[in-house]
């Protein structure tokens, strides 16, 4: 079924996602960075602007990880709004 598809392209967005604040919370550790990692799904979105500030500043231009990160998050956000749309449309919920 259609919900099915959303459901698990939603469940891999989330992985993604975590693994790449997970990775973006390595690299700002390593450039001495002061960050938190009990509060890290927090503070997910400031860490990820303080990713992209830092290598635009090293690099002349924004790390991968941060397109990594919004790319992610909103593919995750676009499933549930689908899973909820299809729910409506076939009367699941």
Do not use: D
Not at 26 to 33: D, H, S
């Amino acid at each position: 079924m259609l919900i099915n598809v959303f459901i698990i392209i939603g469940a891999l967005s989330v992985i993604w996602n975590i693994s790449t604040t997970i990775i973006i919370y390595e690299n700002l550790r390593k450039r001495n960075v002061k960050v938190n990692f009990i509060l890290l799904r927090l503070f997910a979105p400031k860490y990820a602007t303080q990713y992209r500030l830092i290598t635009l500043k090293e690099n002349g231009k924004i790390g991968s990880l941060f397109y990594h990160w919004i790319f992610s998050i909103n593919t995750a956000i676009c499933s549930v709004i689908l899973i909820l749309i299809t729910a409506l449309i076939f009367n699941l919920l």
